[in-house]
């Protein structure tokens, strides 16, 4: 099953895709989207009222929180000449954060000068985990969508930590659709790209992960509790700006589109404050 969220003028509105259409599962717009939902999958089965939406596609969910996992693929660490850590290295993103398909992202220059793209399999958790098992961790995904884990470069690498960098206010875009695990397939055997302006900038495979995603679940549930609604960011390959000969940091006018295979395309542009 394909889900999403329309950006109806009374807020998002879920929706399941069929046959290209967007059709209405509930009734009303719901300011957490697909959120209460995703502990109810069998809910959102039978809830489709065929009811055609025309709106475009929003950010299909609010979190409850965001985990990220920081140099989780091979071949991203060698790019940035780091060891794979020995036990998953995590952060938090604000649910604050979260944008939506074809949203700006948005680049103060007073804060940072260089943002820079990550692409990511994003996981939706669909019902409480707690000192899980990697087989409990997998029973427990409600499905799967792509994110664009944003980064303040200059912060990251001043501040010693990953919050404040991984935090500003429009660095998590998500979308577009949510695909349910039955759909999707193996989640750690995807492939992922990015495309800025068009050139491929990164395009690796979920293979590549040094955890992959039932683990990763199952060591955060041994820390705190995952509920339904949250999501974890699995990490990023190669071919981030920071990288680049010279480093390319987000400029003013720039589209990046973030691609996991058997998900969809994510695209945003991305506006800097006071750029003429």
Request: proline share 9%; charged share 20%; hydrophobic share 40%.
């Amino acid at each position: 099953m394909r889900l999403a969220c329309a950006s109806t003028p009374d807020g998002p509105r879920a929706a399941v895709l069929r046959d290209g259409a967007a059709l209405a599962i509930e009734r009303r717009a719901r300011p957490d989207g697909l959120r209460h939902l995703a502990g109810e999958r069998s809910r959102a089965l039978g809830l489709v009222m065929g009811e055609q939406l025309h709106w475009p596609l929003g950010a299909p969910l609010r979190p409850g929180k965001i985990v990220g996992v920081g140099l989780n693929y091979r071949d991203h660490a060698v790019e940035v000449g780091e060891p794979v850590p020995a036990a998953p290295m995590l952060f938090c993103k604000p649910s604050s954060s979260v944008i939506g398909p074809e949203e700006p992202i948005v680049v103060d220059p007073a804060v940072t000068a260089f943002a820079d793209w990550e692409v990511e399999l994003a996981v939706i958790v669909g019902r409480p985990l707690l000192r899980a098992s990697g087989a409990e961790a997998r029973s427990a995904v409600f499905g799967y969508t792509v994110a664009n884990d944003v980064t303040a470069r200059d912060i990251q690498q001043a501040e010693g930590q990953w919050t404040r960098a991984k935090s500003l206010h429009t660095f998590c875009p998500l979308g577009p659709l949510v695909v349910t695990p039955d759909e999707l397939g193996d989640p750690n055997d995807l492939r992922l790209r990015t495309r800025l302006n068009g050139e491929l900038v990164q395009d690796s495979s979920t293979r590549e992960m040094a955890v992959g995603v039932f683990d990763l679940l199952a060591f955060c549930s041994h820390s705190f509790l995952l509920e339904p609604g949250d999501v974890l960011l699995t990490g990023t390959p190669p071919g981030v700006g920071m990288s680049m000969e010279p480093p390319r940091p987000l400029r003013h006018g720039d589209v990046v589109e973030c691609e996991v295979e058997r998900i969809g395309v994510l695209r945003n542009p991305v506006v800097v404050l006071g750029a003429d």
